[in-house]
């Protein structure tokens, strides 16, 4: 069975489409419809995908038809009841897809845009939905105020509506990772509980997602033995539903064991996630897994730090603040403290660098987006 495309990446060829139907290239439309129509079966999992698709196709008939009768491609203009949410879609998918490819601040420049477009949008779970992701981007950047802002006026949107109970819970857990980072830890772990307790009936991978959560709520607070329980849990759901979330679950549970001395338990989950980081093309978490390896079981230095490097070359300065904290702690506990003091400053260094990109988030954007308009 081939692997399924992650919808992100859908949604950017949905734009790749979008484009050609604007600049009247039908040929190359017509090639991208073909391509498009073979996703079908995955496009219809999605409420955003298939409206965007529907509105495509719908637009891709009208020129088409236009064309076959006339001669001529259809002008700017006749179709103006569709062009705001096309206009919506494009910009929404374009900032996932730069969020999936971890490019933050761009994904930040599309939904800026997208959120110009959300006036002309009556729907109200589409707006909910907008506010969820941008909270998820905002959260990577640990820009935690505004992150929080948007995951409430997300959660409150989708509580409203009796039937988005799972969408509701994903708002809650973003709430709560945003608590923690605040270190409202007491705050954070009530929240993640509630969404286990609720989630536990809904759905396996909604339940999976609150209790990775959680364990990592215990985790950053070093109660590893309810992290590893947790997360186990979390591992055992994601193993069972072939889920690409499996890299992480496995890749957190080598780190705990490893942090608690289980250094033949900490192997077999290292091998795990590492299998799991081939199969889903997960190059960042085979860089993670380098260094927590080289870290805990080789006490290899020259190898942590050429991994961290390909982190920051990356900017993904939360990853670096993380792993170099992480070192940090491990290299206190051995005694070395040149060490860890050399660790905690590049910790201090990579928030510094964090902070940085919020204050480039917050400035106006440059040319990072598309001229669709």
Not at 68 to 84: A, F, I, M, P
Not at 122 to 142: G, M, N, P, Q, T
Request: charged residues 25%.
């Amino acid at each position: 069975m081939a692997a399924k495309i992650v919808d992100e990446k859908i949604g950017n060829m949905l734009n790749e489409w979008y484009k050609s139907l604007k600049e009247n290239k039908l040929t190359k439309a017509s090639e991208w419809q073909k391509v498009i129509e073979m996703l079908l079966p995955q496009i219809k999992e999605n409420r955003h995908l298939s409206h965007y698709f529907e509105l495509l196709d719908s637009r891709f008939t009208q020129l088409t038809e236009h064309f076959n009768r006339s001669g001529h491609v259809l002008q700017e203009g006749v179709h103006t009841k569709t062009d705001h949410m096309l206009q919506y879609y494009f910009y929404f998918f374009s900032g996932m897809y730069q969020f999936d490819q971890k490019n933050f601040l761009k994904a930040i420049d599309f939904f800026r845009i997208t959120e110009q477009k959300l006036a002309n949008i009556d729907d109200e779970i589409e707006k909910a939905e907008f506010h969820y992701h941008l909270s998820i981007v905002y959260y990577k950047i640990r820009q935690n105020y505004f992150s929080l802002s948007h995951a409430e006026k997300a959660f409150d949107s989708f509580k409203a509506h009796g039937s988005y109970l799972a969408k509701t819970l994903k708002c809650e857990m973003v709430i709560a990772a945003n608590e923690a980072d605040l270190e409202h830890d007491e705050k954070a772990e009530q929240l993640y509980k509630h969404a286990l307790k609720e989630a536990a009936s809904l759905d396996p991978l909604t339940e999976s997602n609150a209790c990775f959560h959680l364990g990592i709520c215990y985790e950053r607070r070093n109660l590893l033995s309810g992290a590893k329980r947790y997360i186990e849990r979390a591992a055992v759901i994601h193993e069972q539903q072939h889920s690409m979330f499996a890299v992480r679950s496995t890749y957190m549970l080598s780190r705990i064991n490893y942090k608690l001395n289980l250094h033949h338990e900490a192997r077999k989950w290292y091998w795990k996630s590492l299998e799991w980081a081939d199969k889903e093309n997960e190059p960042i978490y085979k860089v993670k897994l380098g260094i927590i390896c080289s870290l805990y079981e080789r006490h290899d230095l020259l190898a942590v730090e050429t991994a961290l490097q390909q982190l920051k070359d990356q900017k993904l300065w939360s990853d670096v603040a993380d792993l170099t904290l992480q070192a940090a702690f491990y290299h206190k506990t051995r005694g070395d403290s040149d060490i860890a003091v050399k660790y905690f400053e590049e910790a201090c260094k990579a928030k510094d660098q964090m902070l940085a990109l919020i204050e480039e988030s917050s400035s106006p954007a440059s040319t990072r987006g598309s001229t669709i308009a």
